[in-house]
């Protein structure tokens, strides 16, 4: 085997692909990045029996074949080699790269003992890679990271003729966002459960390529796809339990409030400095204006008032910081609204209707935590 092809377009393929290595293989070869070479192209791609990642990239191809290399070396080589062609060529157990005056020797992996990389479901439609991006990255936060509770690992996906929606929680949070997309078959309705770590990856990655086809396999495999431009991932759908989410978003509520969404963001970094692990920060709604109050004993106390737009009753409630900032990082607007209940059931963050009376389908539910006394 051998080729030769353009460094950023191969160091931009490596690094594509290496994002699907696993950290802990079970097996030596999982580990490796496959290079096939056909007749003018080169196909780059991993797999760990879950997740498979390809990209396929122009090539001056000599000889065909393949080769299976170590994917964190390869990475780390094709993201440092000079700004020339790339020349990789297989000798016996050996590859050989030259850049420039740049030569590796590596050795190869064994690879038939490769596994044979899943093909892609069949297409179930495609949406605007920005506008994916944008909703994935908003609801994502929300999902667990505790691996004993694989169905809040997850994003779950419902469809329902041209609208998707995407809901994730944790127990603690949820976050809710719809958008628009062109389904392959209108009457289409099903929903699942995607692992919430890769859907955000892959739709950060393919931001930008202008549109993505999302392919579903309709047996018991459970495969979902994504593709753009000269790039494809897979994945093994996650069990499809998932608690019923729209149970859990409240139908009215007792107070609203309108704050600036940067001025309020500032304001919970700043009083949030002295918070010790485990407190929470404090919001107290009057009239036309919230107190940020965080009470700290060995670290101090912080305080901070921002105007506010109350409609309904004063109300005092204490968020998880963090919890509360990636919500507002989410809303995506100049103005979040907060709806209330009580000051001990959740409240939703929302961005505020526009001018002329467009609501975002955006909510961000946030459990409270006790306050002192």
Partial sequence: MKFQVERH????????VARGLPQR????????ILLSVDADALTVSSFDYEVSTQMRIEAAVDTAGKTLVSGRLLADITKALPNKPVELTVDGSRVLLKCGTSKFSLPSLPVDDYPSLPALPGLAGSVDADEFARVVGTVAIAAGRDETLPMLTGVRIEIEGNTLTFAATDRYRLAVREMTWEPADPQVSTAVLVPAKMLSDTAKTLAGVGRVDI???????????????????TTRLLDPDFPPFRKLLPDDSSSTADVATASLVEGVRRVALVAERGTPVQLAFDDAEVTLTVAGDDDGSAEESLPTDLNGDPIRIGFNPAYLLDGLGAVG?????????????????????????????????????????
Wanted: proline share 11%; glycine share 10%; net charge negative.
């Fill in 9 to 16: 377009a191969l160091a931009d393929a490596v690094a594509w």
């Fill in 25 to 32: 293989p079970p097996m030596p070869v999982l580990a490796g």
């Fill in 215 to 233: 392919s579903l396999s309709d047996g018991a495999d459970g495969l979902i796809g994504f593709s753009g431009g000269d790039r494809h991932t």
């Fill in 333 to 373: 607007a100049d103005a979040v609204r907060m709806s209330f209940l009580t000051s001990t059931k959740p409240a939703v963050l929302s961005p505020v209707p526009t001018e002329d009376g467009q609501q975002d389908s955006y909510r961000y539910l946030i459990m409270p935590m006790r306050l002192p006394g």
